[in-house]
């Protein structure tokens, strides 16, 4: 299985969300990307059709909204 | 581990994150409850802080809102 991307940007409904996918998925499973950190894949994560996180990209290419932390505007701001 | 609850109502963002969940988390791990087709348990939902579906609610008490199909609003008219 491919690993899936998980996209947050440190918010509290972010880090809550990480906890609980890590918790059901596996960590082996999952890259977390900190998007506030990493800005160079804000592209990226936009390209996937990542329009808020936090944000789980799956091995099959879609994106689950998980909750409402932030929208990516606001991450490049 | 103990299950997850799925909640969904049979919308077409339902199916796609349902399908993407249980590919993720597997079947074994997960019940699947439709809301629109047992509305009885809507009360259960929304005490457990479902506002939206779909939606999973994790083994911890957590409520992930996936995407964005319909409010329980919707679900209950």
Redesign the interface.
Known sequence: MNK?IFYHAGCPVCV??EQ??I???GAD?IEVVHLAEQKERIDEAEKAGVRSVPALL???G???????GASIADVKA
Chains 1, 2 share one sequence.
Not at 62 to 68: A, E, I, P, S
């Open positions: 899936s809550s969300a609980d996918i918790s059901l998925i499973h799956t091995p099959s879609n994106v689950l909204h998980l909750n409402f």
